[in-house]
């Protein structure tokens, strides 16, 4: 029997951003079980939620203090556990985001581990002494600006973090953070919890000599923006032990019924999809991964085709997850708009393509609306690199205010309070109600796009195979028993004529002409075929 989380479409829910019920403007678990209708008709298989575990917020969840309770923010378990049971009702499955990687700096682990060198807990992080000249033990840099080494005085050594000083690094090659870190997990899978979104997933094992690396190009480079990308990191992360323990992580997830974990890969490029392949393949590692190879600015054909078909050619028993959107880059809506005929158009072209991909699909909250980047100004910031690098980076800000559920309604019925970022009319007047009460919305064109996925063989467990057309038209064959459908896109706002031999007929959501002999695609428009034989094409 073919597991449900193969062809799935995941749904995220940024819980800070999707409904807040008891008016503190910061979203809650009773506010998603209300709205997990809204999820439930969309026709998608599972949500997964961003951290709702105790956490100071430095990092907005990330940084979690107590991995086996609820902030206060959110609810309590008593709550959570609600929501699994309403979200089961409606036949949604749940996961949770595991920050396994690193916790606060208040995390009780970690406040034991700084007290002394001698203590039961004080090699449970990355601990090293500085360098002869007081500077820290690697050339490691954050993620979040400045090196990854932060000097405490107290144990007169420095700590590792890879993202903000206030996220320690757990010290995974000691056996007692496995087994504890294991021991949360099983925790949320006794409660009900159909599995997990592993954060950073490659990060969990660093360099045991404390290597430095190497810089990311031969020659000097002008100094960039982003000084963890002038780094080689193959000492920091993605370091061959981690694949023990991912097998650790399966051999338990196996002990339970219909569980997933989906990893996701910290790396760019042609990098990242290696080590989804990698982490995925056979049956004794992750369920699935996704990288952000999909999550840039690349809008190419030749983009998407070396992304998917690099993939299965390198890891032909591995599973993916594609998506264009989360709560870490820019919508892509407003990402991609350079190529957009306008912001509706290429909201539907991304649904079509997406819909179409083979491995596992997730959406981010508000993309079924087709939501645009929030402008924001810096008093309304509260992301750690947006203010910190301000106005050279702009953060992840804009992509995680509220959700919009009555146009007319304060704050668009995300809260009655202050929500902890502004509403503002761009999105407001995408709401939820108003895309209800109109039928040609990109709202029912999601759902039209995802029962169609749904109901056709060939696209969700059909093979890939890709055509030679030029750029930009993308075009890719699904083929399962007994069905053949084409995809084909244009991801340009010019209009482009494609000549085709064979008997086909167009099916399911389509922005196209066909008259039998020619397909007339409009900027950002996009056919499904449904075919018997094989097709051929020319432009």
């Known amino acids: 029997m073919r597991e449900w989380w193969r062809d799935a479409v995941i749904y995220q829910i940024y819980p800070r951003s999707f409904q807040d019920d008891d008016g503190d403007g910061i979203g809650d678990l009773r506010g998603i079980t209300r709205r997990l209708p809204h999820i439930a008709a969309l026709g998608v298989d599972c949500i997964w939620l961003s951290p709702i575990f105790t956490s100071p917020q430095k990092d907005m969840g990330y940084d979690v203090s107590d991995y086996k309770d609820i902030d206060p923010l959110f609810g309590t378990l008593a709550d959570f556990d609600a929501l699994i049971g309403r979200a089961h009702e409606l036949g949604l499955k749940v996961i949770t985001d595991q920050v396994l990687s690193h916790t606060s700096d208040q995390h009780p682990w970690f406040r034991q581990s700084r007290a002394s060198r001698d203590n039961e807990r004080a090699d449970w992080y990355v601990w090293a002494d500085p360098l002869p000249d007081g500077s820290p033990p690697t050339n490691w840099h954050s993620h979040f600006g400045g090196p990854a080494w932060e000097y405490d005085p107290q144990r007169g050594q420095y700590y590792l973090h890879n993202f903000l000083a206030a996220q320690p690094d757990l010290n995974f090659h000691n056996a007692e953070v496995v087994d504890a870190v294991l021991d949360v997990c099983r925790f949320w899978l006794d409660r009900g919890l159909d599995g997990f979104r592993l954060d950073t997933v490659n990060y969990y094992f660093h360099d045991a000599q404390l290597r430095s690396n190497p810089p990311a190009q031969k020659r000097p480079q002008v100094m960039a923006l982003d000084l963890y990308g002038m780094q080689d990191n193959i000492y920091n992360k993605t370091r061959p032990e981690n694949l023990g323990f991912i097998q650790r992580l399966r051999s338990l997830t196996d002990q339970y019924d219909n569980v997933m974990m989906v990893g996701e890969v910290g790396e760019l490029g042609r990098r990242s999809i290696q080590i989804m392949g990698e982490y995925t393949d056979g049956n004794s590692r992750l369920h699935m991964a996704y990288s952000f190879a999909m999550l840039g600015n690349d809008f190419t054909a030749g983009h998407f085709r070396q992304c998917i078909e690099g993939f299965h050619r390198d890891a032909p028993d591995g599973h993916p997850k594609w998506s264009f959107s989360n709560h870490d880059v820019q919508r892509h809506v407003t990402r991609w708009a350079d190529h957009a005929v306008s912001d509706s158009h290429i909201a539907r072209l991304a649904c079509a393509m997406l819909m179409s991909f083979e491995g596992t699909i997730g959406i981010y909250q508000g993309e079924e609306l087709g939501l645009t980047e929030t402008v924001l100004t810096f008093d309304e910031l509260t992301d750690p690199p947006a203010l910190r690098y301000w106005p050279a980076v702009k953060g992840r800000d804009g992509c995680r205010t509220p959700m919009v559920w009555e146009g007319d309604k304060r ?94 007929d167009l099916c399911g959501p389509y922005h196209a002409e066909f008259d039998g002999s020619e397909l007339m695609l409009p900027g950002n428009g996009f056919a499904y075929l449904q075919h018997d034989k094989d097709l051929s094409f020319s432009v």
């Not at 796009?449 to 890709?466: C, E, W």
């Open 411 to 504: 704050n668009a019925g995300f809260s009655d309070g202050q929500p902890w970022l502004p509403v503002k009319e761009p999105q407001a007047r995408l709401s939820v109600d108003r895309q209800e009460a109109d039928s040609g919305s990109i709202l029912h064109f999601y759902k039209r796009a995802i029962a169609f996925r749904k109901a056709q063989p060939a696209l969700t467990a059909g093979d890939t195979t890709f055509i030679d057309l030029p750029e930009p038209i993308l075009a890719f064959r699904r083929k399962s028993d007994g069905q053949q459908i084409t995809c084909v896109f244009n991801l340009s706002k010019e209009p482009h004529v494609i000549k085709l031999m064979g008997s086909a």
